[in-house]
């Protein structure tokens, strides 16, 4: 049964639940779920009339916007599908926005194969590349380069606290590529091995600064004092056209328990089991999920769109998302 009040229907708030509690992550992953979200509303809508529709629809994309702030791809999808969202009657309104979103889920797994033949171009037979959480349009690069016959190694920063790299570990394995695992703080000592450090994004801004996985920063920091290139996979969908007009992107902060149990919490600050810990024990954890890398420790930003400088990215920006951008979802 759909919210009473909202009409949004309960497949639509379990997958901005999955969304939020990361059982559904990845930028790319969450747009494409997003939209698929939508196209559930759109099919399962009770709406009598087209005010109500349209209503319903809004609704459910601030449902799913309200789950993670970095991941630009989130309100580029929401956006992509209300625009296409077209007719007078209820039916044409639901056959048009699932058209929309069906066509919006077909071009996000076109643009990540495109990227990948592009990025794979950048990988040469006997590479090994370091990877930093888990990435699909990352890996997109290592897959096309291993389908034309390139060997590709793999060293996979854990990516703490959620480690994400297992997951990159896991995809790399079931292609046979031979990986190490590192824990992150070993980054730098294997940089020497590396010959590119390859990363996927949450959102480019206009600058070409990268938001992705906190830590990518201190390992682009690094990689270019030891003279490893930097390439970063991203479909235009994480360009974040806000940052076009001064605007900064949200860096999501995450539960202090992903970093530090409530158990280890109460070994630093005292106490023994029988001693409750006080509400202000002076124990600050912050958990940052993102960070920026500016555009200068970035060699190249690889789209299904070719393959750019950080800088020109705006170019590209403005060309796709013009000067200004809406959230239909808040009309
Ligand atoms: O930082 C992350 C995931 O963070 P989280 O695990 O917190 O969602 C990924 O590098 C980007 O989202 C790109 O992924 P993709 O290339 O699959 O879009």
């Avoid at 801004?205 to 991203?234: H, Q, W, Y």
Wanted: charged letters at 30%; proline letters at 4%.
């Amino acid at each position: 049964m759909a919210d009473a009040e909202s009409g949004v229907v309960p497949a639509v708030e379990a997958t901005a639940d999955d969304i939020a509690t990361m059982e559904i992550r990845g930028a790319a992953t969450i747009a494409d779920a997003a939209a698929a979200a939508l196209a559930t509303q759109a099919d399962r809508s009770g709406a009598e009339s087209p005010a109500a529709f349209r209503r319903q629809l809004r609704a459910a994309a601030r449902t799913l916007y309200e789950t993670r702030p970095t991941a630009v791809s989130l309100p580029n999808a929401l956006r992509y599908v209300l625009r296409g969202m077209d007719g007078e009657t209820v039916a044409d309104l639901r056959a048009s926005t699932i058209a929309r979103a069906e066509a919006f889920r077909r071009d996000l797994e076109r643009a990540q194969e495109t990227l990948g033949e592009i990025g794979a171009n950048r990988l040469r037979d006997g590479d090994v590349v370091m990877t930093h959480c888990h990435s699909t349009d990352a890996l997109a690069c290592i897959d096309v380069a291993l389908e034309s016959g390139k060997a590709i190694e793999a060293i996979v920063k854990e990516t703490r606290p959620r480690k994400q790299g297992h997951i990159t570990a896991r995809q790399l394995r079931e292609w046979g590529v031979p990986v190490t695992v590192i824990v992150d703080n070993a980054a730098r000592r294997y940089l020497d091995r590396a010959d590119h450090v390859l990363v996927g994004a949450d959102s480019i801004a206009a600058d070409g600064s990268v938001i992705n996985k906190v830590g990518t920063s201190g390992l682009a920091v690094n990689a270019r004092e030891r003279g490893v290139p930097v390439m970063v996979a991203a479909q235009t969908i994480k360009l974040h056209p806000d940052t076009m007009t001064g605007h900064t992107v949200e860096i999501e902060l995450r539960d202090e328990r992903e970093v530090l149990s409530d158990e280890e919490r109460a070994t630093i600050v005292g106490g023994g089991d029988d001693e409750p810990v006080a509400d202000d024990d002076g124990l600050t954890v912050d958990n940052p999920a993102f960070d920026v890398t500016p555009a200068r420790y970035v060699d190249a930003i690889v789209t299904e769109r070719g393959q750019f400088p950080p800088e020109s990215i705006v170019t590209l920006m403005r060309e796709l998302f013009g000067e200004t951008t809406d959230e239909p979802w808040t009309a």
